[in-house]
């Protein structure tokens, strides 16, 4: 666990954002996937600190930040969070890594605020509205959201997972979050399903308007046939390139945390990257 964690809360339209800080050098933003905060990076964050000031945050209705306007989640919102979060706690542009709807988020933001980010990694963005088959997609998410509301966040997480489908090749590993950040995420269930969830996934980027460099797309080894890890594939096939694969599945951040760190760091700062 990061020993020198500076914590702080930003004041943002609507809400106030509870944020931490740690190491030193560049700045670093990582921005956790729905119903994530700041803890699904703990385990990552002492290999990250070595080489950058490491800046993360739960997102307005998660975990310690709030939220005055119960309002539809909508990206961009939150990539205006982010935005103000940087200016808030970092100076020159910033390096970005967002992980599944983190990632949109990133995405808007890099595409809103070209100039305020050096380089931005993808993981896994739920982006179904680039797929083919994007309408039975939005028929799975209506379904899950109708779950939710008629039997519970049990039956709905069942039914979302099972039509995501299986890791291939799953490897057996035991998440690294702490209890207390566990409990946190468990609480942010409810939001993610009911606000998260449906709006994030009908998101479709302009994706005429992202900056033409600097943007890097991930997929996991074990998720790429799953529905993020193929809306990533073709979201790295549309920028021209192809996805760095990362370690594990679409929760590769706390379930390989250093081995996902290393190939992070690599690719921030410009080398190729490793084999995961």
Known sequence: MTTDLRTGRLPVPGADLYYDVSGEGPPLVLVPGGGGDAGVFDAMRPLLDEHHTVISYDPRCCSR?????????????HADDVRRLIEHTAEG????????AGAIVGLAAARDRPGLFKRTVLHE????????????????????????????PGPAM???????????????????????????????????????L??????????????????????????????????????????????????????GTVEHPERFARLLLDLLNGAPSRPS
């Open 93 to 100: 542009p910033v390096r970005l890594f967002g992980t599944s």
């Open 198 to 251: 449906p709006s994030f996934t009908r998101y479709l980027p302009d994706l005429d308007s992202l900056p033409s460099t600097g943007i890097t797309v991930g997929v996991g080894r074990n998720s790429r046939n799953q529905t993020a890890g193929r809306a990533a594939v073709e979201l790295a096939r549309r920028l021209g390139s192809d996805p760095v694969v990362f370690p594990g599945g679409h929760l």
């Open 65 to 77: 930040s709030t939220e005055h306007d119960p309002a539809t989640q909508d990206v961009a919102v």
């Open 125 to 152: 963005p739920p982006l179904f509205e680039l797929l083919p088959d994007a309408e039975s997609h939005r028929a799975m998410v209506d379904r899950t959201v109708e779950l939710f509301h008629a039997e519970g």
């Open 158 to 196: 069942a039914h979302f997972g099972e039509a995501n489908g299986p890791e291939e090749s799953p490897e057996p590993v035991a998440p690294r979050l702490s209890g207390e950040a566990a409990t946190r995420l468990a609480g942010n269930t409810e939001a993610f399903l009911a606000r998260t």
